[in-house]
């Protein structure tokens, strides 16, 4: 079992940045970030595959969020610029085992959260 560790979460100002950190346990195939807003379902925001670097967004992050790994580490990081109040939510890492698709039930791990809270 992969343990999933995030950290980075906060409160910021719209316009502002951070970046979340996640540290995984073990070997993934892949890993990304979801999101969770009050009374949304979970969402896919970002994902990175280990071995070719691909990377992956939904529409409404590109150009501010930025997706990045450091192998040696075993660790992701999601850098969120220019952030909006409509990004507000729970944050979660979460990785693949093996090849799948970037859908919640795709996922095999999960961290517990981190809460990311963005004023206007």
């Known amino acids: 079992q992969v343990q999933l560790v995030e950290s980075g979460g906060g409160l910021v100002q719209a316009g502002g940045s951070l970046r979340l950190s996640c540290a995984a346990s073990?070997?993934?195939?892949?890993m990304g970030w979801f999101r969770q807003a009050p009374g949304k379902e979970r969402e896919f925001v970002a994902g990175?595959?280990?071995?070719?670097?691909?990377?992956y967004y939904v529409d409404s992050v590109k150009g501010r969020f930025t997706i990045s790994r450091d192998n040696a580490k075993n660790t992701v990081y999601l850098q969120m610029n220019s952030l909006k109040p409509e990004d507000t939510a729970v944050y979660y890492c979460?990785?693949?085992?093996?090849?799948?698709?970037?859908?919640?039930?795709?996922?095999?791990?999960w961290g517990k959260g981190t809460l990311v809270t963005v004023s206007s």
């Open positions: 990175i595959r280990w071995g070719a670097g691909n990377v």
């Open positions: 979460a990785a693949h085992r093996a090849l799948g698709g970037w859908s919640v039930r795709n996922m095999d791990y």
């Open positions: 073990g070997r993934t195939f892949s």
